[in-house]
């Protein structure tokens, strides 16, 4: 699976251009899915979550996997807010192990 790594803020400005790489990723990468390290995330609105949110529809529509790790405690309450950790596969890291255990 590949890894992106997701930083600094995943807000209204940059939601777009974030989506537009994952779903490129997702689209052209041969993988059997993708991984978006969050442990570089400081802070998340509404537009970052939509974007991760549309990323994953994009891949369960090619049938492939995408994760979220290493997502800070901060970030994570945000999706156990919205009740969206039920929908997310999340992982405690992108480790080799980790990813063949998931």
């Given at each position: ?32 899915g993708l ?5 570089r995330v ?19 529509e090619r ?40």
């Open positions: 699976m590949a890894v992106v790594q997701a930083h600094g803020s995943l807000n209204a400005s940059n939601a777009h251009d974030f989506h537009r790489s994952l779903v490129e990723r997702i689209q052209c990468d041969k993988s059997a991984v978006v390290d969050m442990s400081e802070s998340l609105d509404s537009a970052g979550l939509i974007s991760l949110v549309s990323a994953l529809k994009q891949a369960r049938s492939k996997r995408f994760c979220l790790c290493s997502v800070p405690p901060t970030i994570r309450i945000i999706f156990e807010l919205t009740q969206l950790d039920r929908a997310f596969e999340m992982l405690e890291d992108a480790s080799h192990d980790t990813l063949l255990a998931a």
